[in-house]
């Protein structure tokens, strides 16, 4: 059986290595896009507008209440696309026969993504708009509503927008439909207030897709000498509203030209002989500047902001006689400074500071006085210790993440499945975790480079007690702690529940803390000042969660918890082989929140690490 199972393992080291391969560049500090390629790749349909396709299909359909299994088939494959480290478009050009072998993709499914990437679109999509009730999709998309509902407030109260459905909330109008009620309405009117002003935003990880695409192209320019995304994309915020391109060049008006000729462009909104914006297919605003090469630097200093950090620095300039903007470093009419980006740093007197730092936030103030942190790096990332396998809720084997995490050149893993209390997600009892530790027993007795560790994330109840028994927790190498479920609970009741789980002492991470999803569930309302007060004295972690579209804690937290000396980790939460590559995007938010490789328990080696945790201090 030995012989076996490690032939078994070879097997899935072989069938995940063109899925890994992609990874390691994940763990080494990204290269500057402003070196120009010597070629770059044809532009094509990027793996998140298919995903996205697939979802506003799955919505349309929720709409018109169809098949369950239908739906599932579409979100299932938006999900198996987007984690794809190929694209899609080359696959379905090259060798379509490979589409119908990814998880979840059958004959018809591979044939709408070609489809997609051929056209830019879906004649499904196109029949399931023109079916559904006008505004039904914006309204489903309100924490609170669903499809069901949305769909009966279009039919019955003949609401076909965001700014119909809060005149009927004011109105009183919602509260006498039945099913729905005075706390519905109230909670309706409280979502819309919190949303005004708020602009369109896109993840971070998915702006990266049309952006990097949208740079492989500009770099096909001959006339591009350097080009780069600057903006709140290059300070690594968790969302962007638009991408800021900004392209060094003497040919001005034929580089504004190649911009607005991208075959992804969708509308024209503004083109001039140095700058043009334009809005994608998939809605993303993309806007270009471009300058001689002897202004880039300034100019990437000044279009990557923030707008606070960029006026201490003119203000700085001011105080030495000079004036700076997006064209350079100027004394009078002289320009002393501009081709590079640390010019204009040198010219305040201070060291280059990194984008994730210019938040007008004391970077300045440790710039000048020679204390600006080392930011982490991916490359100091030791292990993973969170992420989610078939036994819960995850779509790969343990075997097959402990190899993809083992090509990573990763020490340690923890695997970390679902506690009983979800049992959407088949959550495992304590007699199912003891299978799991055998199982992982038997692995690590096989693995060379890759201890995996005991993990469980494990269920705080809405009374603050914990989805397993404490006896059942000494089984455990580490334990992790979340919130799941009664995330509305009033913010002294919610801070109460997660401030008695962190008092239990056989616990060690409090993972993704609020609980939020950006852009679909706002964060639980709780003290977080307390949390973290408990959280200092307990000795216990508090998550980065790299999950794209959590990030959560946000950058603000962690490093007020840095400043409490409470020891950070950055995990994935993977639910799949693809996933362990969202730690770079755990590591950006770390960056911003001014960690070292010091602050973060997972840049350790195994033995300091487990020195740390519960687990050992048991023994």
């Not at 990332?381 to 995490?405: K, N, P, W």
Request: net charge positive; proline share 4%.
């Amino acid at each position: 059986m030995a012989v076996e199972a490690r032939s078994a393992v070879r097997s899935r080291r072989v069938a995940t290595r063109h899925r890994t391969a992609a990874f390691r560049a994940e763990r080494v500090a990204r290269p500057s896009s402003s070196v120009k390629r010597t070629q770059a790749a044809p532009h094509a349909i990027e793996n998140a507008e298919v995903a996205r396709i697939f979802r506003e299909i799955a919505d349309l359909l929720e709409i018109q209440d169809a098949n369950a299994f239908r739906i599932r088939a579409y979100r299932n494959a938006a999900r198996t696309v987007e984690e794809l480290s190929d694209a899609a478009a080359r696959i379905a050009r090259e060798d379509p026969a490979r589409l119908t072998q990814l998880p979840g993709i059958g004959k018809g499914l591979a044939g709408k993504i070609a489809e997609i990437c051929e056209t830019g679109t879906l004649g499904t999509l196109t029949e399931l708009q023109r079916e559904a009730p006008p505004g039904a999709l914006e309204l489903m998309r309100l924490p609170g509503l669903g499809p069901k509902r949305a769909r009966f407030l279009c039919d019955t109260l003949k609401i076909h927008s965001i700014a119909d459905l809060e005149k009927a909330a004011k109105a009183a109008r919602i509260r006498s439909i039945r099913g729905f009620g005075v706390r519905t309405e109230q909670k309706i009117l409280e979502e819309l207030h919190a949303r005004t002003g708020e602009e369109e935003r896109f993840l971070r990880s998915v702006a990266a897709q049309y952006g990097d695409s949208y740079l492989r192209y500009m770099e096909a320019c001959d006339d591009v000498q350097r080009v780069e995304i600057a903006g709140s994309f290059r300070r690594c915020k968790e969302t962007v509203a638009d991408l800021d391109i900004l392209a060094a060049t003497e040919a001005g008006e034929t580089v504004v030209k190649h911009f607005v000729e991208y075959p992804e462009v969708r509308t024209v909104l503004a083109q001039g002989p140095t700058k043009a914006s334009v809005r994608l297919k998939s809605g993303l605003q993309v806007d270009l500047r471009v300058l001689p090469p002897q202004s880039y630097g300034a100019a990437l200093h000044y279009f990557t902001g923030s707008k606070a950090h960029n006026i201490a620095i003119r203000r700085l300039g001011q105080q030495r006689g000079l004036k700076i903007n997006e064209y350079g470093v100027f004394r009078r009419r002289r320009r002393v400074g501009g081709a590079e980006e640390a010019g204009v740093f040198k010219a305040v007197g201070l060291p280059w500071i990194p984008p994730e730092l210019r938040e007008a936030r004391g970077e300045i103030e440790a710039a000048r006085q020679d204390e600006l942190p080392k930011l982490i790096e991916p490359s100091d990332i030791r292990g993973d210790l969170q992420f989610h396998t078939t036994d819960s809720d995850g779509r790969d084997s343990l075997e097959g993440m402990a190899e993809a995490a083992q090509e990573l050149g990763y020490e340690y893993i923890a695997v970390t499945d679902h506690s009983p209390a979800l049992r959407m997600v088949r959550g495992l009892d304590a007699a199912g975790y003891r299978r799991q530790a055998k199982h992982i027993d038997k692995l690590n007795a096989r693995l060379r480079k890759l201890t995996i560790l005991k993990g469980a994330e494990i269920d705080i109840l809405k009374d603050g007690s914990l989805d397993l028994a404490a006896e059942d927790l000494a089984m455990f190498d580490v334990v992790l702690v979340a919130i799941h479920s009664k995330f509305d609970l009033p913010s002294g009741e919610q801070t109460r529940r997660i401030v008695r789980a962190l008092q239990h002492p056989g616990i060690d991470i409090l993972a993704h803390p609020t609980g939020r999803i950006i852009g679909r569930r706002r964060a639980a309302a709780f003290d977080m000042e307390e949390v973290l007060h408990v959280a200092a004295d307990q000795g216990v972690v508090i998550e980065i969660n790299a999950q794209p579209e959590r990030l959560d804690v946000d950058d603000v937290t962690a490093r007020a918890a840095i400043a409490r000396r409470i020891p950070l980790v950055i995990s994935t939460d993977a639910h799949s082989v693809q996933e362990l590559r969202f730690m770079r995007c755990g590591v950006d938010q770390a960056r911003r929140a001014w960690a070292e490789k010091k602050h973060v328990i997972n840049t350790r080696p195994l033995k300091q690490l487990l020195k740390m945790l519960h687990g050992e201090r048991r023994r």
